[in-house]
């Protein structure tokens, strides 16, 4: 049961931007810590950025630092955003969206969620990007 819906992709020229967003289904992020994945073809899912529930701080692996942008909306906490920029031709994927529950006092490494996409409690069916000229 897919439990994000996301939109926004689609297919830019190399050094174009695009803004991903994803909505919850019959829940809201609180306590969730979530993030973006992404998977191209022939290569294993990825996490590429994620955002804490209970501070807002942010981790990105390198090869989008700089460039995207993760964040949510706080004043309707269903929504998720990704800001990409100057996007390459190896950003070519599936990008997901997807969430974990944090448990009452559970200490939360961002670095470690986005790292293990197999932790993440829930998904939706992706939205592609296809950066090509």
């Known amino acids: 049961q897919l439990q994000f819906v996301e939109s926004g992709g689609g297919l830019v020229q190399p050094g174009g931007s695009l803004r991903l967003s994803c909505v919850s289904s019959?829940?809201?992020?609180?306590?969730?810590?979530t993030g973006w994945f992404r998977q191209a073809p022939g290569k294993e899912r990825e996490g590429i950025a994620c955002?804490?529930?209970?501070?807002?701080?942010?981790?990105y692996i390198d090869s989008v630092k700089g460039r995207f942008t993760i964040s949510r909306d706080n004043a309707n906490n269903t929504i998720q955003f990704l800001e990409m920029n100057d996007l390459k031709p190896e950003d070519t994927a599936l990008y997901y969206c997807?969430?974990?529950?944090?448990?009452?006092?559970?200490?939360?490494?961002?670095?470690?969620?986005?790292?293990?996409?197999?932790?993440?409690?829930?998904w939706g069916k992706g939205t592609p990007v296809t950066v090509s000229s």
């Open positions: 955002i804490s529930d209970s501070d807002g701080s942010t981790y």
């Open positions: 019959g829940f809201n992020l609180d306590y969730y810590t």
């Open positions: 997807s969430a974990r529950y944090r448990y009452p006092g559970e200490a939360i490494s961002l670095s470690r969620v986005c790292a293990r996409w197999d932790d993440m409690d829930r």
